[in-house]
């Protein structure tokens, strides 16, 4: 059993570059994926999906990966050269003309900018996103680590509520059969109050006999919960998605329960059908966080 929350991060670094990547699992019904990745990698979403696929199965995973540079970038010096010469003609033309002395100086044009261009060299995108599947990689192995923690938690607060309903069980038996007895007593006194009147009402009679059987007896109830409770512990033995399973077994014992509230015309017995609730309900709630 694993847990559908849980955090976990990784570090990749290499040649001057360190990716670190963050995964965020919350609890959710269906596979949702939110991704924050460095400009230009949208082109790596699916592999990046697949990835994440291995290891989370239901939930939403919300993932920040970020591209961080350890040195400058390498640079290079692109110049201009028939601007450059452009400029310089003009700047002796324009002396001639004026009758000036001298050459043009280098500094004359160094000041110009649409000469000197310096220009950052791209880094290559793939190898960053290498960078980041390494660090996603070992960050969803933490995620993983801390869903099985949690897990085993959880698997073990199921086991001793399903432990606690079972241990009812034979409570819930022994009351219904006392109550069944309460009402047949109850039932042979109406039916003494019937014959005495003349002629003999044979429809309340009927209706009478109909009330006293459908009353008490849960034991169709009874054998349907040893049953489910019976597939949840092997249920909470299995790997891998057991949510789903998890959470209609509950809802079958949730419904027989209810059924053996309704009929109980005895207080402790009833009081014993809301215990069982109480412990179903709790797993109901329990069983929105399992994977």
């Known amino acids: 059993m694993k847990s559908m929350t849980g955090f976990g991060r990784g570090i990749a670094e290499h040649d001057g570059t360190r990716v670190v990547a963050e995964v965020r699992a919350l609890n959710q019904r269906f596979f949702e994926l939110k991704l924050a990745v460095p400009r230009g990698w949208g082109e790596h979403e699916a592999e990046i999906r697949k990835t994440v696929q291995t290891v989370v199965a239901r939930g939403r995973v919300e993932i920040f990966i970020k591209s961080v540079a350890l040195k400058p970038p390498p640079v290079r010096l692109e110049v201009n050269d028939r601007l450059a010469n452009l400029y310089v003609a003009e700047l002796r033309r324009l002396g001639k003309q ?33 960078l980041g599947q390494k660090a996603l990689v070992a960050a969803l192995k933490a995620l993983d680590a801390e869903r099985v923690r949690e897990g085993r938690s959880l698997l073990n607060d199921f086991a001793t509520r399903v432990r606690n309903i079972e241990a009812a069980v034979p409570r819930i038996e022994k009351l219904a059969e006392q109550s069944r007895k309460e009402i047949m007593e109850t039932f042979h006194q109406r039916i003494r109050e019937l014959l005495e009147e003349l002629p003999v009402n044979e429809k309340r009679l009927y209706e ?7 009353h008490g007896d849960i034991s169709e109830e009874i054998t349907r919960l040893r049953t489910h409770l019976e597939g949840l512990k092997a249920i909470l033995k299995r790997k891998g998605q057991i949510g789903k399973s998890i959470e209609f077994l509950l809802q079958e014992i949730n419904r027989e329960v209810n059924t053996m509230g309704s009929k109980s015309q005895n207080a402790a017995l009833s009081q014993v059908t809301v215990e069982v609730k109480a412990e179903a309900e709790r797993m109901r709630e329990q069983v929105q966080n399992v994977e």
Request: net charge negative; hydrophobic share 30%; proline share 5%.
């Open 98 to 130: 004026l009758h000036l002395d001298g050459n043009p100086e280098i500094g004359s044009i160094l000041n110009r900018p649409e000469i000197f261009h310096v220009v950052e060299e791209e880094n290559d995108s793939r190898n960053a996103f290498k």
């Open 208 to 214: 009478e006999a109909s009330s006293a059987s459908q």
